[in-house]
């Protein structure tokens, strides 16, 4: 079956340091990859998304990889701020590309 | 601010009961999505509806049902609530492809209803 798995333990970083949070997935061969922040008691929000040809996708202090041999995505926090502690959420589209099936999910905590 | 409003926020039902959620897409959003989201878990896909119709459904019993109306604002109804049934319950709304179907982008999401079943 298909399954998208993230660390389910939260990271713990310093502020300034880079926080990378990975994400694992198997049987599938998604058209593209997102990634989405939450904060308690609200809604994902969307931070960037990349495609199955692309490897390397930057906006601002983010970066995140996909490598569609390994079958995963590392997101990449650079100069970290508390203000960029939330849980992190990975989603793949299925190959219908009607349905964004998601990760559980890691929560960061950047301690100042 | 996404656009994408729910109602009601809040609500507490008993087992048994009926309950229906209500969402308003982001102007020219012609795509609704549905998610429930239980406490420490990311969210499940429940249904997506384009253009009123349904266009793929989750591993969600029946008893999990949803409308879209021509202003593209849409609603999911659970009946026979179950214990289990206590989430939060998101929407999501997003543009469809040039094909008229499927995904292109990001989704923009509500901030959900919150849903308790006692």
């Known amino acids: 079956s298909q399954k998208i798995e993230q660390n389910s333990e939260a990271l713990n970083i310093q502020e300034g340091k880079t926080a990378t949070l990975t994400c694992n997935y198997t049987n599938y061969s998604p058209a593209y990859l997102q990634w989405y922040r939450q904060d308690p008691g609200r809604g994902p929000v969307f931070l960037l998304l990349?495609?199955?040809?692309?490897k390397e996708k930057r906006k601002e202090r983010l970066k995140v990889t996909f490598d569609t041999t390994l079958k995963q995505s590392l997101f990449h926090i650079t100069a970290s701020q508390p203000a960029d502690s939330a849980t992190y959420l990975c989603a793949l589209v299925n190959n219908a590309g009607n349905m964004l099936t998601f990760g559980g999910g890691t929560r960061l905590m950047v301690k100042p | 601010e996404t656009g994408v409003t729910q109602s009601p926020t809040h609500l507490i039902k008993t087992r048994g009961q009926q309950v229906t959620l209500r969402c308003s897409s982001q102007?020219?959003?012609?795509?609704v999505s549905w998610y429930q989201q239980a406490l420490g878990q990311g969210p499940q896909f429940i249904f997506q509806y384009y253009r009123e119709e349904e266009n793929g459904r989750g591993n969600f019993p029946p008893r999990f049902s949803g409308l879209q109306f021509p202003n593209y604002s849409s609603e999911l109804n659970v009946n026979a609530l179950e214990l289990d049934d206590s989430a939060l319950y998101l929407c999501a709304s997003s543009l469809a492809g040039t094909s008229g179907r499927g995904l292109t982008g990001e989704l923009f999401f509500g901030e959900g209803s919150r849903l308790t079943v006692l």
């Open positions: 102007s020219g959003h012609n795509t």
């Open positions: 990349i495609r199955e040809n692309e």
